[in-house]
């Protein structure tokens, strides 16, 4: 009789380590998911949901004077600039966070659009070097740089703020995607009560 009483405590005590073991287990590969998880949505990074085509005329002038300003040396070129400008979001600025009991990933914060990118390629008309201030390759360099800026001022006036804005279901639909390929589920209720704030704020 006592041998078998040992028999069932023994039993008991194994069956329960076991499942001890089990639910720590369950736990660490839970909570494994949710990090893997979250950094995947991150490494998404930068999600461009609209592409605009831009073509400026950009006036460069550059004007140096020499021996107290007596001599003036001009170079000048008419540039005309053929621009993609690509705007979306940056989803490393979104604010995540993990319910592990619920398998439920909580969106609590997405970013506003913004410019990603601008591409640009940019064709020469009328270059003319000044007697000494001729174009050097620092100066294409910097008219580079001066027509990124140009189209980048362009950009709200465009549109492409307003039309990437109208993306951002899609782009929180893809994080769903992403969430729902381990079994999770995304929460985004949260953003409601964030568009809901600003609207008062306004």
Same mark, same amino acid.
Request: hydrophobic share 40%.
């Given at each position: ?62 004007? @140096?004077?020499?021996?107290?300003? *007596? ?5 000048? &070129?008419? !540039?005309? /600039?053929? $621009? +993609? ?48 201030? @001729?174009?050097?390759?620092?100066? *294409? ?5 001066? &027509?990124? !800026?140009? /189209?980048? $001022? +362009? ?48």
């Amino acid at each position: 009789m006592e041998l078998f009483i040992t028999i069932i405590l023994a039993v008991l005590l194994t069956l329960g380590v076991v499942t001890v073991v089990k639910s720590f287990k369950k736990k660490q590969l839970v909570n494994a998911q949710s990090t893997i998880l979250l950094n995947k949505i991150k490494k998404v990074c930068k999600f461009i949901t609209v592409e605009g085509d831009f073509a400026e005329i950009y006036h460069y002038e550059d004007v @140096k004077q020499k021996f107290l300003k *007596l001599i003036t040396s001009k170079k000048k &070129a008419l !540039v005309v /600039i053929n $621009a +993609k400008a690509h705007v979306g979001y940056d989803l490393s600025k979104i604010h995540l966070k993990s319910d592990v009991t619920k398998k439920k990933i909580i969106l609590e914060h997405f970013p506003q659009p913004e410019v990603l990118s601008i591409e640009t390629n940019l064709n020469y008309y009328d270059k003319s070097d000044g007697y000494f201030n @001729k174009f050097e390759a620092n100066d *294409l360099t910097g008219l580079h740089n001066q &027509a990124k !800026v140009h /189209i980048k $001022a +362009k950009i709200p006036e465009s549109g492409l703020i307003q039309e990437a804005q109208k993306e951002a279901l899609d782009t929180i639909l893809l994080i769903e995607t992403i969430v729902e390929t381990i079994g999770w589920k995304l929460d985004y209720s949260a953003l409601k009560i964030e568009q809901t704030e600003k609207k008062l704020l306004d």
